[in-house]
């Protein structure tokens, strides 16, 4: 059981990241998944996904991840714009790769859902880079001290 903790205290940023990118990713495929069933295009299904998942993911990170606890008004909107400069450029991946490629073959189904297999793949992608783009740019632990210094 030690041996556990102690892996888990080691290891501790890389499984919060992994459990929450997994309940973002649950937002953004429920979401997706909706707005493909009531009728909505791929693009617009998966526009509107990215973004319930980068407010969520922003929130869960910020807290849980991360554990960035400053609440100055300067410092959020500073990490925010740079959460979500980091998420655009992934999401660019995924809302022009994802109909990109279910266009030209890659238009497997799970569960009924058009393209499903495909937006798995760019997901774990997407998830990849958005962990190197929060641990180096975002979520700095330079960033937390240099608001403390202030």
């Known amino acids: 059981m030690e041996k556990i903790k102690q892996?888990?205290?080691?290891?501790?940023e890389i499984i919060m990241y992994?459990?929450?990118g997994g309940l973002t990713t649950l937002v953004n495929w429920g979401t997706y998944a909706g707005f493909?069933?009531?009728g909505s295009s791929v693009t617009v299904s998966n526009i509107v996904a990215w973004v319930a998942g980068v407010l969520f993911a922003y929130i869960t990170?910020?807290?849980?991840?991360?554990?960035?606890?400053?609440?100055?008004p300067a410092f959020v909107l500073?990490?925010?714009?740079l959460f979500v400069s980091a998420r655009f450029v992934t999401g660019l991946l995924?809302?022009?790769g994802l109909p990109f490629l279910v266009s030209h073959g890659f238009n497997y189904s799970i569960f009924g859902i058009e393209g499903m297999i495909t937006k798995i793949i760019v997901?774990?992608?997407v998830v990849i880079?958005?962990?190197?783009f929060s641990k180096l740019f975002i979520f700095k632990k330079d960033n937390i001290e240099e608001v403390e210094a202030e």
């Not at 892996?7 to 501790?12: D, E, F, R, S, T």
């Not at 990170?61 to 100055?72: D, G, L, M, Q, R």
């Open 61 to 72: 990170n910020k807290i849980f991840v991360f554990e960035s606890y400053s609440w100055k």
């Open 129 to 132: 880079l958005n962990y190197i």
């Open 78 to 81: 500073k990490e925010f714009f």
């Open 36 to 38: 493909i069933k009531i």
């Open 18 to 20: 992994l459990i929450m």
């Open 123 to 125: 997901s774990v992608v």
């Open 94 to 96: 995924e809302i022009i």
């Open 7 to 12: 892996l888990y205290k080691q290891y501790k």
